[in-house]
T-cell receptor, first 114, second 117 residues
Framework: KAGVTQTPRYLIKTRGQQVTLSCSPI?????VSWYQQTPGQGLQFLFE???????NKGNFPGRFSGRQFSNSRSEMNVSTLELGDSALYLC?????????????FGPGTRLLVL | AQTVTQSQPEMSVQEAETVTLSCTYD???????LFWYKQPPSRQMILVIR??????QNATENRFSVNFQKAAKSFSLKISDSQLGDAAMYFC??????????????FGTGTLLAVQP
C-alpha cells in the first residue's frame, strides 16, 4: 500500500504570492492533519480534516486555509506569503479519528519564501 | 495549555550501547496518548512507539522501550543496542483523548541523536 504522498516536494515563492500544497493520504484513510515544521517553532499543528470537514484548527492566521475532498485528498493554501512561512509542511493521515489511530506522515513539502 | 518538553537538544551514543531520551509533559487531562516519532535526515517521520495513559505497563517495541511515569508526567525513550540507522531527530508527542474527536499531536522540540560507530 502506497504511503502518504505530498506534492510538490519543494517550492520557491516570493513574498505576497500564494501557494497550494497537496496531500494524498494512504488509501482508505479518511483523516488528514497538517503541521508546519520550522527550526524556531518546531512542529506546530495547522488543522485536521475528517470526511471533508475541518475538525480542529491550530493557532495560525487566516491566511492559512485548507480543505479535504471526497476522495480524502487534502490541500492547504497559504495566501499573501511572508518570509516566516518558509517551512517544511507535513501532512499525516490516519484511518479514522480516534484513540487507537496511528498517524502516518508524508515526506513533506519544503517551502521557501524569498 | 498542554505542553511537551524535551530538555536534551542533542545526544550521542556508541553503536551497540543504550541511550535514554527524556520527555516531560504538562496536562490536566487524565486520558491521553504519548508517542515517540523518529525523523531521519531528509526522510519522513515514522512512529517508534506509543503509550496509552491508562495503561500502567510500559510499551515496548523490539529495541525501543519507554519509562512512563504518569504522576511525574515523564515519558522517556530507551534505545537498546543502538544501531547506525537509529541516528535521527526524535520527537516526543502528546495527544489528548477527547473521545476520538481529534488526532492533533502536540510535539516537543526534538532530540537529535547521533550514533557513533
Amino acid at each position: 500500500k502506497a504511503g502518504v504522498t505530498q506534492t510538490p516536494r519543494y517550492l520557491i515563492k516570493t513574498r505576497g504570492q500564494q501557494v497550494t500544497l497537496s496531500c494524498s493520504p494512504i488509501s482508505g484513510h479518511r483523516s488528514v492533519s497538517w503541521y508546519q515544521q520550522t527550526p524556531g517553532q518546531g512542529l506546530q499543528f495547522l488543522f485536521e480534516y475528517f470526511s471533508e470537514t475541518q475538525r480542529n484548527k491550530g493557532n495560525f492566521p487566516g491566511r492559512f486555509s485548507g480543505r479535504q475532498f471526497s476522495n480524502s485528498r487534502s490541500e492547504m493554501n497559504v495566501s499573501t506569503l511572508e518570509l516566516g512561512d518558509s517551512a517544511l509542511y507535513l501532512c499525516a493521515s490516519s484511518l479514522q479519528q480516534g484513540e487507537q489511530e496511528t498517524q502516518y506522515f508524508g515526506p513533506g513539502t519544503r517551502l521557501l519564501v524569498l | 495549555a498542554q505542553t511537551v518538553t524535551q530538555s536534551q537538544p542533542e545526544m550521542s551514543v556508541q553503536e551497540a550501547e543504550t541511550v535514554t531520551l527524556s520527555c516531560t509533559y504538562d496536562t490536566s487531562e487524565s486520558d491521553y496518548y504519548l508517542f515517540w516519532y523518529k525523523q531521519p535526515p531528509s526522510r519522513q517521520m515514522i512512529l517508534v512507539i506509543r503509550q496509552e495513559a491508562y495503561k500502567q505497563q510500559n510499551a515496548t517495541e523490539n529495541r525501543f522501550s519507554v519509562n512512563f511515569q504518569k504522576a511525574a508526567k515523564s515519558f522517556s525513550l530507551k534505545i537498546s543496542d543502538s544501531q547506525l540507522g537509529d541516528a535521527a531527530m526524535y520527537f516526543c508527542a502528546y495527544r489528548p483523548n477527547y473521545g476520538g474527536a481529534t488526532n492533533k499531536l502536540i510535539f516537543g522540540t526534538g532530540t537529535l541523536l547521533a550514533v557513533q560507530p
